[in-house]
């Protein structure tokens, strides 16, 4: 193979890695949406007007080898600054009824790590992993702006939660205007969840819940749930409208819709992939 076929062939395989990780760029993310993206509750509702700013619009996640990066939009029609302190949990779990996970699911055992009356049903298996943010939001909470916070992550195992970090410090709020809706971003790195099968296609299920600071505390608001989490009057795209149910600050939730991740691979793979499908090709067609 002369010069000009080698620099011809540099050329086109550089021209596929580029491509494959432009390509895993917008592959290795998912966005959820579930129904409280159009619900959120309204000032009359038995929790008080302040779990507005609770409610959680959409979420988005992704990967690469090291860390998942998620970001939530809260209600564009709160104020995270002014409604109130209160924490985030991301509930995981690896799917299946033998995950292993904390099956508890009354106000007695809850369910989670944070000690809240949230938990995922026995049918997935249970809460095996979770993420919490705590102390997102609130005038009181840090000095204005509000721009950082902290989280930690656990892992269920035999019988107990164990902490694996915590995080001082890290996710970033952006708060929205003009009805664009809050942002809150963070990074978690993959090691952290000892009970997940992080290789490329392997799922698991998981939804994100808002929350009150103290424990026995129930879910306010909710990603999955067709439905709101409590009963009362909301506001539903701007409608009025009433669900069954009363309002309960211990109500215990217990989840049974979940969203799902496929985990995919890291882009420098998908890279090395078409370079090895390249080199063979020019290999053949030398050989020819």
Do not use: C
Not at 13 to 25: I, K, N, W
Not at 31 to 48: A, F
Not at 199 to 216: C, I, Q, R, V
């Amino acid at each position: 193979m002369n010069t000009r076929n080698l620099i011809k062939g540099f050329a086109v395989g550089l021209a596929v890695m580029s491509f494959a990780v432009y390509s895993a760029t917008y592959a290795d993310t998912i966005s959820v949406t579930g129904t409280s993206g159009t619900t959120y509750p309204g000032n009359d509702i038995g929790q008080g007007s302040a779990n507005k700013g609770r409610e959680i619009y959409s979420a988005t996640i992704a990967n690469d080898a090291n860390n998942l990066y998620i970001t939530l939009a809260l209600n564009p029609n709160g104020n995270i600054q002014t409604q109130g302190a209160f924490d985030y949990l991301m509930a995981i779990t690896s799917g299946n009824p033998s995950a292993g996970g904390d099956t508890s699911a009354n106000i007695s055992t809850l369910g989670n790590a944070y000690d809240r009356a949230i938990s995922i049903d026995s049918g997935f298996g249970g809460m095996t992993d979770m993420i919490g943010l705590f102390g997102a939001g609130g005038s009181g909470s840090v000095a204005s702006p509000y721009t950082s916070y902290g989280f930690n992550d656990w892992v269920f195992t035999g019988s107990s939660w164990t902490q694996m970090n915590i995080y001082a410090t890290g996710g970033a709020i952006v708060n929205g205007v003009s009805n664009n809706p809050t942002s809150i971003s963070f990074t978690v790195p993959l090691s952290d969840f000892t009970n997940l099968n992080w290789t490329a296609g392997s799922t698991f299920d998981f939804d994100f819940d808002s929350t009150g600071t103290g424990p026995g505390q129930t879910a306010y608001g909710d990603l999955a749930l067709s439905g709101p989490v409590q009963g009362g009057t909301y506001y539903t795209n701007g409608t009025s409208v009433s669900a069954s149910g009363t309002y309960s600050a211990t109500a215990q939730f217990n989840e049974t819709v979940l969203d799902q991740y496929t985990v995919v691979p890291e882009p420098a793979t998908l890279a090395l992939v078409g370079l090895s499908g390249l080199s063979l090709m020019l290999l053949r067609h030398r050989r020819k």
